[in-house]
C-alpha cells in the first residue's frame, strides 16, 4: 500500500535461491516476493537460516558460489538487475543499491585509513578531484556522528571503536549517494545504547534524505523503532507481511506471534516466558508442509502436507498459515 | 540473615601495564576495579554492563579462571584466593560456568557422553567410580534434566542446534551439583526463538536444586526478568545494585535510567518515539575519565562529578547507588521522558538532546 502511494523503488518477484549440497540442493530462498517504496523502511525478520541474508545478497547479485539465484526477477527502479552483464549491474551497486556489511571489524581494510576509503569508494562512482571527495569523506563521517571528523579521517580501522566502525561502513554507504540502504543486522551484538545511537542515525537518513531502507534483523525492538513495514521469514519463505503497528498489535502468524511473545520484558515479572518449542529446522531437511508444522502450537493435518499461500487480506496484509487466513482479518 | 555463599570485597583484575617488549609502560587496565559483590544461597543475581564493562572479567576472576589481583573472594567461608591445587579443584565442583558461546565451549572431538561426564571423571575421589554403566546412567539423568534425549550422549557436537549445544553446555555445569553458577550471556548466542525455552531451563533448574547464580548479561530486560537483584557495573565498577524490582521500578543512578531508557518494551508506538539518551561512547578503560567515570556522558553531571569519585553507599534501603545525586533520583527525577518532545523534569545538563548531531548542510 505504501508502495503504490510513494512509488516503488525495488520490487522483488518470485525470488528463489539454491545452495548445491550432498548432491542435491538446498533452497535458501523460496518464492520470496515484495516490494520497497522511496523512503521506506522495511524489516526482513528471522533467524538464522531463515533467508534473509541470502535474499539480501540476491539483490545485489552477490549469492556466493556455487549458490545461484534459480528463479525471480529483482526490479530496481523499473530495471531488472538479474540478467544485467557485470560492468552493468556495477552501476547498481553502491549508487542504487549500497549495503552495510554486518562485521564492522571484517569490512574495513586494516592497512588504509578510514578517509581513504570513503575516498576509494567516491571516486569509484564519480570522477571527483581527490581533495574534494576527502572534503566529502570527512563531511560524511560528521553526518553520521563521528565527533572530530577531520583527524578521524585520518585514522585507521583499529583507531575506531565497534560502533564508530559502524558508523565509518553507514559513511562509506552513503558515499555513493545511494535510493535504498541495505543494513545487514546494524544492531547485533551492539550494547544498548549504541543501538539506539545507529536506530537514530537510520532515521535520521530516512527523514532528511528520503533514503529507503531495508533492515534485515532479528532484532525486534530495532524492526519496533524504525520499521514502516515488516516481512517475516521461516525457512526461505515469507511467512508474513504487515505494517509495523499491525504486526506487533496482531500478530497473525504463530511463528511471528511466538517470536513477539518469547521476548523478556522487564515489565513483567519472573515466570515462564512463552517459548516456541524445538529448534529452527536445518534447511536441507525442510518437514512436509509447512516447515513450522512441528512447532506450531494450532497445526492441523493438511499443515503437515501442504505449504500455506502467502495470502493478502484487503487491507494488504500477508500472511501463509490456513488457520490464520480461516480466522480472517479481524484479530 | 545468614553468612552469604559469596562474598567479594575489593576485586581488581588488572590486564597490561610495566612495560614490555612490543606494549608500551603504563598502568594498564583495570577491567575489575574494586568490587564488592554479595551472592545469597538460592539467589539469582543479575550482573549488567556493556562491552568493556568488565562484567565478563568480574565473573572469570570470581570463579579464578583469571587470577585476581587484589582483594577477597570467600565461598561458604572459604578464603578461594588462598586454594591452591587440589583444593581450588576440588572447590571448582561447587562453582560452575556456563559460557555464552556453546559451540566454542564445548570440545568438537569429543562426544557427548564424554562432554557430560568429564567432570565426573576428574572429580572421581568425590562421586565414587565413574565409569561404564554408571557414568552412563548418571549422563542420561543429566541430559534428561535440560530436556535431552539418552541417545544424545553418543552424538557429537556439531550434530546439534545452537539450543541443544547449551543444553549440552548446561548438563556438564550441572554434573557435580555445584551450588553456584556463573551464567555469562548464556542466551546471546541463541537464535531469539530459542534463547526463551533456555532462559525458562535455567530458572527451572535454579528453582529445582535451589542453585545461586551470576547471571551476566547485557540485556536488561532479560537480567530484570529472571533476577532476584541486578547490578550494573560500568568501566570496571559497580555503579548501582538493589533488588530487582525496586532497581526496575526506581534507577538511582543516571546509567541505570539510560539503560533502561535504551530498551524500550517491543512497541511500535513507544519504540519510535525513543531517542539515544546518552552518547553512545564509552570512554576507553585505559584513559579513564577523573571523578566519577561516568560524567562525560551524564545529563545532569556537575562539578563535583568531574572531580570527586562518587562512592557506592545506600541511598536506601539494600539499594546503593555510586552518584552524588542519586537522592534526587529517588526523589522522581525522571531524566529520559520517553516522549523525546518533552524535556526531562529535572538536571540542568543537555539531558535529552539528540547526539546525533549530523548536519544537513551536506550533499
Given at each position: 500500500m505504501f508502495a503504490a502511494m510513494r512509488g516503488v523503488l525495488l520490487s522483488v518477484e518470485d525470488l528463489g535461491v539454491e545452495f548445491p549440497r550432498n548432491g542435491g540442493a538446498v533452497r535458501a530462498a523460496s518464492e520470496v516476493s515484495f516490494a520497497v517504496a522511496t523512503g521506506e523502511t522495511v524489516a526482513l525478520v528471522g533467524e538464522s537460516g531463515c533467508g534473509k541474508s541470502a535474499t539480501a545478497l540476491a539483490l545485489f547479485r552477490l549469492v556466493p558460489p556455487p549458490g545461484r539465484v534459480v528463479s525471480g526477477r529483482v526490479v530496481f527502479e523499473g530495471t531488472d538487475l538479474l540478467p544485467l552483464r557485470d560492468e552493468e549491474i556495477r552501476r547498481f551497486r553502491g549508487a542504487g543499491l549500497a549495503w552495510v556489511p554486518q562485521e564492522p571489524g571484517a569490512a574495513l581494510n586494516p592497512v588504509l585509513t578510514i578517509g581513504s576509503q570513503i575516498v576509494d569508494v567516491i571516486r569509484a562512482h564519480r570522477d571527483v578531484p581527490r581533495r574534494e571527495a576527502w572534503a566529502e569523506a570527512v563531511d560524511l563521517l560528521r553526518r553520521v556522528g563521528i565527533p572530530d571528523p577531520e583527524r578521524r579521517a585520518r585514522e585507521y580501522p583499529h583507531q575506531f571503536s565497534g560502533g564508530m566502525k559502524q558508523r565509518a561502513l553507514i559513511a562509506m554507504a552513503l558515499s555513493a549517494h545511494p535510493k535504498l540502504l541495505v543494513a545487514d543486522e546494524p544492531t547485533t551484538a551492539v550494547d544498548p545504547t549504541l543501538r539506539l545511537g545507529i536506530l537514530d542515525l537510520l532515521r535520521a537518513l530516512r527523514d532528511e534524505r528520503g533514503l529507503s531502507i531495508l533492515l534485515i534483523t532479528h532484532d525486534m525492538g530495532a524492526v519496533a523503532a524504525i520499521a514502516d513495514r515488516v516481512l517475516v521469514m521461516y525457512a526461505g519463505r515469507i511467512v508474513e507481511e504487515a505494517g509495523v503497528q499491525a504486526l506487533f498489535d496482531h500478530p497473525r502468524h504463530p511463528y511471528t506471534r511466538g517470536l513477539l511473545a518469547s521476548v523478556p520484558r522487564i515489565d513483567i515479572g519472573r515466570g515462564d516466558l512463552p517459548s516456541i518449542p524445538g529448534s529452527v529446522p536445518d534447511l536441507a531437511h525442510l518437514p512436509p508442509g509447512c516447515a513450522f508444522h512441528p512447532r506450531c502450537p494450532l497445526a492441523e493435518l493438511e499443515c503437515r502436507s501442504a505449504v500455506p499461500r502467502l495470502a493478502a487480506d484487503p487491507t494488504g496484509r500477508r500472511v501463509a498459515c490456513v488457520v490464520a487466513q480461516r480466522e480472517g482479518a479481524a484479530p | 540473615m545468614s553468612a552469604p555463599l559469596l562474598e567479594v570485597r575489593g576485586l581488581v583484575k588488572q590486564f597490561g601495564g610495566g612495560g614490555g617488549l612490543f606494549v608500551r609502560g603504563g598502568p594498564g587496565v583495570r577491567a575489575v576495579d574494586g568490587v564488592d559483590l554479595t551472592v545469597g544461597r538460592g539467589e539469582i543475581v543479575g550482573l549488567v554492563g556493556e562491552s568493556g564493562s568488565g562484567k565478563t572479567t568480574l565473573g572469570r576472576t570470581i570463579l579464578r579462571l583469571t587470577e585476581p589481583d587484589e582483594g577477597s573472594i570467600v565461598f561458604d567461608g572459604i578464603d578461594v584466593r588462598a586454594l591452591g591445587g587440589r583444593d581450588l579443584r576440588r572447590l571448582r565442583r561447587r562453582m560452575q560456568i556456563v559460557f555464552q558461546d556453546p559451540g566454542a565451549a564445548l570440545n568438537p572431538r569429543m562426544r557427548v557422553k564424554s562432554l557430560v561426564g568429564e567432570p565426573l571423571v576428574i572429580h572421581a575421589e568425590t562421586w565414587g567410580e565413574a565409569r561404564g554403566r554408571a557414568l552412563e546412567e548418571r549422563v542420561a539423568s543429566l541430559l534428561d534434566e535440560v530436556g535431552l534425549e539418552r541417545d544424545a550422549m553418543h552424538r557429537w557436537p556439531h550434530e546439534f542446534s545452537g539450543g541443544q549445544k547449551q543444553r549440552i553446555g548446561i548438563a556438564r555445569a550441572l554434573a557435580l551439583r555445584p551450588e553456584f553458577l556463573v551464567c555469562d550471556e548464556p542466551v546471546s548466542a541463541l537464535d531469539v526463538s530459542v534463547q526463551a525455552q533456555i532462559v525458562n531451563l535455567l530458572v527451572d533448574l535454579q528453582r529445582r536444586h535451589g542453585m545461586a547464580y551470576l547471571f551476566i548479561a547485557h540485556d536488561l530486560a532479560l537480567v530484570g526478568h529472571l533476577s532476584d537483584r541486578i547490578a550494573v557495573m560500568y568501566l570496571g565498577r559497580i555503579v548501582e545494585e538493589g533488588p530487582a524490582a525496586a532497581l526496575a521500578a526506581r534507577p538511582l543512578h543516571p546509567y541505570t535510567q539510560a539503560l533502561f531508557a535504551s530498551s524500550p518494551p517491543p512497541d511500535p508506538e513507544i519504540a519510535r518515539r525513543i531517542r539515544m539518551p546518552i552518547p553512545a561512547e564509552i570512554p576507553s578503560p585505559a584513559e579513564l575519565p577523573s571523578g566519577c567515570r561516568f560524567h562525560p556522558r551524564c545529563p545532569i553531571a556537575t562539578d563535583r562529578c568531574r572531580t570527586e569519585p562518587p562512592a557506592l553507599r545506600e541511598v536506601t534501603a539494600r539499594h546503593r547507588a555510586a552518584c552524588h545525586r542519586s537522592e534526587e533520583l529517588l526523589a522522581g527525577a525522571t531524566?529520559?521522558?520517553?516522549?523525546?518532545?518533552s524535556s526531562p523534569t529535572s538536571g540542568p545538563g543537555p539531558a535529552g538532546r539528540s547526539t546525533r548531531g549530523p548536519d544537513p548542510a551536506s550533499p
Open positions: - | 531524566l529520559f521522558p520517553r516522549d523525546a518532545s
